[in-house]
T-cell receptor, first 116, second 111 residues
Framework: DTGVSQNPRHKITKRGQNVTFRCDPI?????LYWYRQTLGQGPEFLTY????????KSRLLSDRFSAERPKGSFSTLEIQRTEQGDSAMYLC??????????????FGPGTRLTVL | LAKTTQPISMDSYEGQEVNITCSHN???????ITWYQQFPSQGPRFIIQ???TKVTNEVASLFIPADRKSSTLSLPRVSLSDTAVYYC????????????FGTGTKLQVIP
């Protein structure tokens, strides 16, 4: 178990640019989640995948945001035309399926986005 | 999803037992109670999960009364490294596990 990894760890971009983050979940986990966290707040749910299927998206995920998980392995989160309000920590988590009896989510270290 | 209420912050001296209580009056029959710990600039880390009564693992205990409208996370003999934000979450563990984090409890351990 090598844990959830995220790249890059930090990203600084100018307003209006597009950015893409990558998440590599724990290998046997079929569930993957994206969260956004701003200073002093708890993580906010953005979207969820079971294998390659994106099953739910938060209303926080505007049309500038898109997430994919091709082949049910790694996932990418893209933000188009970034705005200063997008500055936050973007967290990825993964978990096993319910039938395994273990339901906790394992989080990665996050990608900190700063939009200038 | 059931809403949770927990203290914004707590202070404790090193070596003491810390109890953080979370209220979840609207908890549903299928909801589990889960606690996470988060250090600055890191992702949350799972601590413990339970449905009823008491659950204990190597780092904490979770006490859940019969009505399940609250729960208490107990950290024995805290050290400075336990300074972190602790989140109480309530959710249905069937299907996918969408969870809602509140603002958490910021625990400060004092030497």
């Amino acid at each position: 178990d090598t844990g959830v990894s995220q790249n890059p760890r930090h990203k600084i971009t100018k307003r209006g640019q597009n950015v893409t983050f990558r998440c590599d979940p724990i290998s046997e986990h079929n569930r993957l989640y994206w969260y956004r966290q701003t200073l002093g707040q708890g993580p906010e749910f953005l979207t969820y995948f079971q294998n390659e299927a994106q099953l739910e998206k938060s209303r926080l995920l505007s049309d500038r945001f898109s997430a994919e998980r091709p082949k049910g392995s790694f996932s990418t989160l893209e933000i188009q035309r970034t705005e200063q309000g997008d500055s936050a920590m973007y967290l990825c988590a993964s978990s096993k399926g319910l039938l395994t009896g273990r339901t906790e989510q394992f989080f990665g270290p996050g990608t900190r986005l700063t939009v200038l | 999803l059931a809403k949770t209420t927990q203290p914004i912050s707590m202070d404790s001296y090193e070596g003491q037992e810390v109890n953080i209580t979370c209220s979840h009056n609207n908890i549903a029959t299928n909801d589990y109670i889960t606690w996470y710990q988060q250090f600055p600039s890191q992702g949350p880390r799972f601590i413990i999960q339970g449905y009823k009564t008491k659950v204990t693992n190597e780092v904490a205990s979770l006490f859940i009364p019969a009505d399940r409208k609250s729960s208490t996370l107990s950290l024995p003999r805290v050290s400075l490294s336990d300074t972190a934000v602790y989140y109480c979450l309530v959710g249905d563990m069937r299907g996918y596990q969408k969870v809602t984090f509140g603002t958490g409890t910021k625990l400060q351990v004092i030497p």
